[in-house]
């Protein structure tokens, strides 16, 4: 009787062996056929559902391509394959991920997502001859690195968005006193900083700043009592507010529960910076602040190649898109693209071409560059081997890339007339 049941426990071990193999071997995991493979890199640890949301609209785009083909590299057919990593908002793990990527013959990285992280990664890059594109570092540090146009974005520079912010409130709005409430960390002063440099030079007052921790708190319980008493304790016109998506619902609440806020006889703006999405404040935030919100985005929503691109990755994945994910969408296709084009998988050739595929200065030289719009690769791809040029517009919309690998788009003031989302004011590209 013991010696059956020893064999009966031997077999029963080997089954289980042998089925978990299987599982590791096929469960879920698509073969690519002779695989290039990119890194997609997000501080997952740090704000999860965000990233994991963006990481699938980079999945989405490589999904798209493959499907449509995949890339022909020297007579050969190939497939993107994507491999994600948590930087976990550590710029320490950023470079060490990016040590190991080389080692493992990986030299293109999609991200970060935070600039906290992506200038250390980036430097880690540039040392290695990587390809970084990152979908939401906005840091103006990452345009200014000597960088050996290793280093590109598809969001915007805080440069761009810093400039208009104060622009459009102090010479459209004619708003001449403005105070700020931003995160604690390397975006948010980095942001702010920008804002009080252009709102000054413009003739403008900035009355108070004041940042937030965001280290290891939660914001729902945290007392914002200092900071508002600070930058309501004076007349202002407008209050910039820098922050995550994830936090603005809740500062919006502290905001009209503020005791000096109520007391104001003349609520001012409350502008908001890009990667907030109205949606979110007008589902979440507080309704009586909606009709003095105001925003600015990269993301047209009126834009039809961002409404396939919603419907697709919402048929895909069952629930809407976070900031950003379109912004990694096309950080797969611009390098796909590059990629097509100088028919290689070498960083250092790719990086010749990314500019060419989706820049003003080369589709304004010809009237014979075919527009590439969302889920289009196989058009694309079949233009790029006949040797003719492309410009693809994207779920951002026009991308533009400038010589110095940051997006020239089309910049949109946004806002809420009876509580419904409305565009204000158009900057850049108007195609």
């Known amino acids: 009787m013991k010696k059956y049941n020893l064999f009966f426990i031997i077999f029963l071990f080997l089954i289980i062996n042998i089925s978990c193999d299987n599982l590791k071997e096929d469960y879920n995991r698509p073969k690519y056929e002779d695989p290039v493979t990119i890194a997609v890199v997000g ?3 740090v704000l999860r559902e965000s990233v994991e949301n963006i990481f699938f609209g980079a999945q989405l785009a490589a999904e798209e391509i493959n499907q449509k083909g995949g890339l022909e590299i020297n007579g050969r057919k190939r497939e993107i394959e994507l491999v994600f990593k948590n930087s976990a908002g550590n710029p320490e793990t950023g470079v060490e991920i990016v040590q190991a990527l080389k080692n493992q013959g990986i030299d293109i990285v999609i991200g970060p997502t935070f600039s906290s992280v992506a200038v250390e990664m980036a430097e880690a890059c540039i040392e290695y001859n990587m390809l970084l594109m990152t979908y939401s570092a906005t840091t ?51 942001l702010s900083n920008i804002i009080i440099e252009n709102f000054t030079l413009l003739g403008g007052t900035i009355t108070a700043t004041v940042n937030y921790p965001v280290d290891e708190i939660n914001l729902n319980d945290y007392i914002f009592d200092y900071q508002l008493n600070t930058v309501f304790g004076q007349y202002i016109d407008v209050l910039y507010i820098v922050a995550f998506n994830s936090e603005i619902s809740v500062i919006t609440n502290k905001i009209y529960n503020n005791a000096k806020y109520q007391s104001l006889a003349v609520k001012p703006f409350i502008f908001v910076n890009d990667g907030i999405l109205a949606e979110e404040i007008l589902t979440n935030g507080n309704p009586e602040l909606l009709d003095d919100v105001l925003g600015i985005t990269s993301t047209n929503e009126g834009n039809p190649n961002y409404a396939i691109y919603k419907n697709n990755y919402q048929s895909r994945f069952g629930f809407a898109p976070a900031p950003y994910s379109e912004h990694a969408y096309d950080a797969v296709y611009c390098v796909a693209y590059a990629m097509q084009r100088g028919n290689t998988t070498n960083p250092l050739i790719i ?32 233009i790029l081997l006949k040797g003719k040029p492309i410009n693809y517009e994207g779920a951002t919309g026009p991308i533009n890339f400038d010589v110095k690998g940051d997006p020239v788009p089309k910049i949109v003031i946004w806002g809420f007339e009876n509580k419904e989302y409305v565009e204000l004011s158009y900057y850049g590209d108007t195609l």
């Open 351 to 382: 990086k010749e071409y990314l500019q060419e595929i989706s820049g003003e200065e080369y589709y304004e030289q010809t009237d014979e560059v075919l527009k590439i719009n969302v889920n289009e690769f196989d058009i694309g791809r079949n």
């Open 140 to 190: 103006p540090e990452l345009t200014f690195l000597n960088d050996n146009h290793l280093i590109w974005r598809t969001c915007p520079s805080d440069y761009t968005f810093g400039t208009i912010s104060a622009g459009y409130c102090h010479d459209s709005l004619e708003l001449n006193k403005a105070a700020i409430l931003y995160r604690d960390d390397r975006f948010g002063s980095g």
């Open 43 to 45: 501080d997952v640890s």
